[in-house]
């Protein structure tokens, strides 16, 4: 049965990931907001990408409010990836260009806040998409983002379409794919090489260009 819509991952498919230190960096910022002027090295890792669990411990321990501290840390990533967009470190891989040729609808589902997205967007010559979704910047944004299904839910829903597959280059995409129960196409980039999946994704591909050779 061919592919009614096709949805994709940013970082690490559509664009180039965030060097991780850009990161770090901002949520140094966000802990200096907050009036934390020394943070763990340990802590400042844990907001990378932390459970809601892990950031109340966090903030717990510098007597803060949880969601004081996520919406600097959400802010100040934002921010610095704005920054990486128009200085063009962050920029759209060369094969993007294929999805303008895929001739079925086409959406972005990412665990980027969606004002990154949108920032995306803007900066980067993509392809126009019918809709996209990334994590609000709050604590049920946290626990929304993939491996949960639910932002892709949402865009598969908004499409309308019944037999979409998930484009993605990490383990929670195919997790989140699976728990729709819809195909994945997993891109393996430089920076996945040596990477292991738990669970096989339906295709394995190199470049986004593969994407016209199946099934439409």
Same mark, same amino acid.
């Given at each position: 049965?061919?592919y009614?819509?096709?949805v994709?991952?940013?970082d690490?498919?559509?664009?180039?990931?965030?060097?991780?230190?850009v990161?770090?960096?901002?949520?140094?910022?966000?802990?200096?907001?907050?009036?934390?002027?020394?943070?763990?090295?340990?802590?400042?890792?844990?907001?990378l990408?932390?459970?809601?669990?892990?950031?109340w411990?966090?903030?717990?321990?510098?007597?803060?409010?949880?969601?004081t501290?996520?919406?600097?840390?959400?802010?100040?990533a934002?921010?610095?990836?704005?920054?990486?967009? @128009?200085? =063009?470190?962050?920029?759209?891989?060369d094969?993007? $260009?294929?999805?303008?040729?895929l *001739?079925? /609808? %086409? &959406?972005?589902v990412?665990?980027?806040?969606?004002?990154?997205?949108?920032?995306?967007?803007?900066?980067?010559?993509?392809?126009?998409?019918?809709?996209?979704y990334?994590?609000?910047?709050?604590?049920?944004?946290?626990?929304?983002?993939?491996?949960?299904?639910?932002?892709?839910?949402?865009?598969?829903?908004?499409?309308?379409?019944?037999?979409?597959?998930?484009?993605?280059?990490?383990?929670?995409?195919?997790?989140?794919a699976d @728990?729709v =129960?819809?195909d994945?196409?997993?891109?393996r980039? $430089?920076?996945r090489q040596?990477? *292991?999946? /738990? %669970? &096989?994704?339906?295709?394995?591909?190199?470049s986004l260009?593969e994407?016209s050779?199946?099934p439409?």
């Amino acid at each position: 049965m061919a592919y009614d819509a096709f949805v994709f991952d940013n970082d690490g498919v559509l664009t180039r990931p965030t060097d991780r230190t850009v990161l770090t960096d901002a949520i140094h910022r966000a802990f200096e907001d907050v009036g934390v002027a020394e943070p763990t090295t340990e802590d400042v890792e844990t907001l990378l990408g932390p459970t809601v669990d892990s950031l109340w411990t966090v903030a717990s321990a510098y007597d803060l409010e949880p969601a004081t501290l996520w919406e600097a840390r959400e802010r100040a990533a934002i921010e610095a990836q704005r920054e990486e967009l @128009a200085s =063009g470190r962050k920029r759209p891989y060369d094969d993007v $260009d294929v999805i303008e040729t895929l *001739e079925a /609808p %086409t &959406a972005i589902v990412s665990n980027n806040q969606h004002e990154t997205i949108g920032n995306v967007l803007e900066h980067c010559s993509l392809a126009s998409f019918d809709t996209w979704y990334g994590r609000e910047p709050t604590l049920a944004g946290i626990e929304r983002k993939k491996p949960e299904p639910y932002y892709l839910e949402r865009a598969i829903e908004e499409l309308g379409v019944e037999n979409p597959i998930y484009v993605g280059d990490s383990r929670v995409d195919v997790a989140a794919a699976d @728990a729709v =129960g819809i195909d994945t196409a997993f891109v393996r980039r $430089d920076h996945r090489q040596g990477y *292991e999946l /738990p %669970t &096989a994704p339906t295709y394995e591909i190199e470049s986004l260009a593969e994407l016209s050779d199946l099934p439409r």
